[in-house]
């Protein structure tokens, strides 16, 4: 019988060579194909120029590129591949050898870890099959999150259970948010007993002004500014206060109030109430598609949520 709802698997694969990679994901996108199932590629330059080669520019395997998937903001990714599962045919998956950019920094590599844990709970029900690829040349902490988050180790001797992987929730919960500089300078601007932004609104616009931010990123940057404030307000428990560093090249908000924060690890990763737009809890996930990097932190004073973006 057919399974209707094949649901998620999330597989890892660490490579030495593309001779390596080649071994292993080719036969895994032919026989998916040879069964019905979709075919994508999201790797860097040099693992897709490989596995285009070996399966000979087939017709049906979709390569995506991957600066425009991974290196924009994991809602990106995210909305991507839910997209291609609703494709799927009944009963079948699509299947995936993606190739996550980490970043250059500290603050990227911490996003993108978040999301390769993330998307265990994210998509557990979505007909897709993640062949995730890390070449061994990444730096250790990348592979220790490769390790970490993936059910499903495969090699050249086949597809085993990984003993060392930790549930998603966990693992999240032991992620430490990386430290920024900027924040242990003077604030920009600073509010404390904040019970709306709107009256901070204009202020705030003047100090981007000043720093010459591009007007659309600005906006974004307002936006999310606006959610957390709200959030904090609404939902947490007085007094809110906010912090701006507003300085050529970065902007950077922390909204804080005296409640825990989001109960739930995966916040801020999909609408709170799913497709329903109109339901509320959408504020963390708008911050995530508005801004580059979002951090919540929480301690014995309460809990905080860090926007940042930068331009160039």
Known sequence: MTDASPGFRHDALLYDSPADLVAVAVPFLLEGLAAGDGAVIAAGPEATDALRDAVGDHPLVLVLERHALYRARTPTAIKTFRGLGEQASLGRRVRVVGEVDFGTTTADRHEWQRYEAVINSAFASAPLWGLCVFNTSQPEPVLATARATHPQLVTAAGRATNDGYVDPAAYLAGLS????????????????????????????????????????????????????????????????????????????????????????????????????????????????????????????????????????
């Open 177 to 312: 948010t990386p430290v920024e500089p900027l924040e242990r300078t003077p604030p920009t601007f600073s509010a404390d007993d904040v019970t709306h932004f709107a009256a901070l609104r204009r202020i705030v616009t003047g100090h981007l002004t000043e720093v010459a931010a591009p007007e659309d990123l600005a906006e974004d940057f307002l936006l999310a500014v606006d959610e957390m404030t709200s959030n904090a307000v609404r939902h947490g428990q007085p007094p809110a206060s906010l912090r701006l560093w507003a300085t050529p090249g970065t902007l950077m908000c922390t909204i804080a109030d005296s409640g825990p924060g989001p109960v739930d690890p995966f916040a801020g990763y999909g609408p709170a109430h799913g497709e329903d737009l109109s339901a509320g809890g959408m504020g963390l996930w708008l911050a995530h598609q508005l801004c580059d990097h979002v951090a919540l932190s929480r301690d014995e004073h309460g809990s905080s949520v860090r926007l940042t973006t930068h331009w160039s």
